[in-house]
């Protein structure tokens, strides 16, 4: 069972094009978080996604930033206009629900983002 | 509103010296806790979690962590240190502990080895 898989790995780009990440979660896996660690420092919710839907958003900048989790296919965080801010560390967890143990979220490796 | 506090945000102990890594959580509801180990330039590996079911939680590469309600703890323990822990280490906390939540992360702790 691959765990789950995020690409590009390191993605570079120009203070304001557009960056976009890919996860795909662990197989059987319906719920997709994304966080954002900046250097130095731990990692910060972003968004949580189930399929189509956005649960919770709270954690995702109001502007340039978006994310979905289609039927089919991988989810993707979308950074419009990038800043140099914005470069850091983008990780993806998937996660399922079972009866009697809860939750637990596994990460992929990570996107690392560098904006020039 | 949920919060996780680690103390020391780097910690260095001799090979075969005892770990221990303090983490202390806020939650107003039944919590679920973590520690998560994160290699340089690397995702993170889940090393344990505490989901109600006992308080002395084990993990894997020997550690293991007890939660205290009445000290709000959760603090990380190995017996013996080795060279291949050296890493960065982080609490977590997410809940309520029956639905699937985002979790809320510690700001790290990095341990270093000395050999």
């Known amino acids: 069972n691959a765990g789950v898989m995020q690409n590009p790995r390191h993605l570079v780009r120009r203070r304001g094009q557009e960056a976009r990440l890919r996860c795909s979660p662990m197989?059987?896996?319906?719920?997709v978080y994304w966080y954002r660690q900046l250097p130095e420092e731990g990692l910060k919710f972003m968004v949580y996604?189930?399929?189509?839907?956005?649960?919770?958003e709270s954690g995702m900048p109001k502007e340039r930033f978006s994310a979905e989790f289609p039927k089919e296919g991988p989810s993707i965080l979308r950074i419009q206009q990038v800043v140099r801010g914005d470069s850091a560390a983008y990780f993806c967890?998937?996660?399922?629900?079972?009866?009697?143990?809860?939750?637990?979220?596994?990460f992929g490796p990570g996107t690392r983002l560098l904006v020039l | 509103a949920q919060s996780v506090t680690q103390l020391g945000s780097h910690v260095s102990v001799s090979e075969g010296a005892l770990v221990l890594l303090r983490c202390n959580y806020s939650?107003?509801?039944?919590?679920?806790l973590f520690w998560y180990v994160q290699y340089p330039n690397q995702g993170l590996q889940l090393l344990l979690k505490?989901?109600?079911?006992?308080?002395l939680v084990k993990g894997i590469n020997g550690f293991e962590a007890e939660f205290k309600k009445s000290e709000t703890s959760f603090h990380l323990t190995k017996p013996s240190a080795h060279m291949s822990d050296a890493a960065e280490y982080f609490c977590a906390v997410s809940g309520p502990a029956s639905s699937a939540s985002k979790i809320i992360f510690g700001s790290g702790t990095r341990l270093s080895i000395r050999p």
């Open positions: 967890a998937s996660s399922v629900q079972i009866a009697g143990e809860g939750e637990t979220q596994y």
């Open positions: 939650s107003s509801v039944p919590p679920y």
């Open positions: 197989k059987g896996h319906s719920h």
């Open positions: 996604l189930q399929k189509e839907n956005i649960i919770d």
């Open positions: 505490y989901t109600s079911a006992a308080t």
